[in-house]
């Protein structure tokens, strides 16, 4: 009966500490980060010492180490801005803010991923339960777990830790798209 004891207050103790790492902290910016870029598509690798370097703590405890924060502390969890939502470790796009729904879940919950090959998902057994994590597609960093109690058209669950999520309002996007079109067709 002890042993038993001691793996529950183990296992209770561990989610604890887990859940105390990852306040929601600003995202990286391309300019802190080599690894961040909107423009490149291709996959980024690196060692978790260099993602250490140039990560903040709480993005790496989460991205790298598979933390998760504190429920209900995403700046995320309850925006209704619209636009698109990055990987804050690498830049690639992951959600739609269309996609994006209340839960209730303490987290920023989407229904669907912004395509296929946006995100990869793993068999996730730890701490006795089993679940589907959810990465970035582009530099394999942990985002969240999906579950299938979410609403149509999916009936999907991604929940997303914030600290690893950026976003641009649409309406910047669409500014810096047509200065671009201006500064490229010579007007």
């Given at each position: 009966?002890?042993?038993?004891t001691?793996?529950?207050f183990?296992?209770?103790?561990?989610?604890?500490?887990?859940?105390?790492?990852?306040?929601s902290?600003p995202?990286?910016k391309?300019?802190?980060?080599?690894?961040?870029?909107?423009?490149?598509?291709g996959?980024?690798?690196?060692?978790?010492?260099?993602?250490?370097?140039?990560l903040?703590?709480?993005?790496?405890?989460?991205a790298?180490l598979k933390?998760?924060?504190r429920?209900?502390?995403s700046e995320f969890?309850?925006?209704?801005?619209?636009?698109?939502?990055y990987?804050?470790?690498c830049?690639?796009?992951?959600?739609r803010?269309n996609?994006k729904?209340?839960s209730g879940?303490?987290?920023p919950?989407?229904?669907?991923?912004?395509?296929?090959?946006?995100i990869?998902?793993?068999?996730d057994?730890?701490?006795?339960?089993?679940?589907?994590e959810?990465m970035?597609?582009?530099?394999?960093?942990?985002?969240?777990?999906?579950?299938?109690?979410g609403?149509p058209?999916?009936g999907?669950r991604y929940?997303i830790?914030?600290v690893?999520l950026?976003?641009?309002?649409?309406k910047?996007?669409?500014k810096?798209?047509?200065?671009?079109?201006?500064?490229?067709?010579g007007?």
């Amino acid at each position: 009966m002890r042993k038993i004891t001691a793996l529950l207050f183990t296992g209770v103790l561990a989610l604890m500490l887990q859940s105390c790492y990852g306040q929601s902290a600003p995202a990286q910016k391309e300019q802190e980060s080599p690894a961040y870029s909107r423009k490149d598509s291709g996959s980024v690798n690196k060692s978790n010492e260099e993602w250490k370097k140039i990560l903040s703590p709480e993005v790496y405890e989460v991205a790298r180490l598979k933390g998760t924060e504190r429920p209900f502390t995403s700046e995320f969890e309850h925006s209704k801005d619209v636009g698109t939502f990055y990987c804050a470790v690498c830049g690639n796009a992951l959600f739609r803010s269309n996609a994006k729904y209340e839960s209730g879940c303490g987290w920023p919950s989407f229904f669907e991923p912004l395509s296929k090959t946006s995100i990869l998902e793993a068999a996730d057994n730890t701490l006795g339960m089993r679940r589907t994590e959810v990465m970035c597609g582009k530099c394999k960093s942990h985002l969240g777990h999906v579950f299938e109690d979410g609403p149509p058209p999916t009936g999907l669950r991604y929940c997303i830790n914030g600290v690893v999520l950026d976003f641009e309002k649409a309406k910047t996007a669409e500014k810096k798209f047509n200065s671009k079109k201006k500064t490229d067709s010579g007007s």
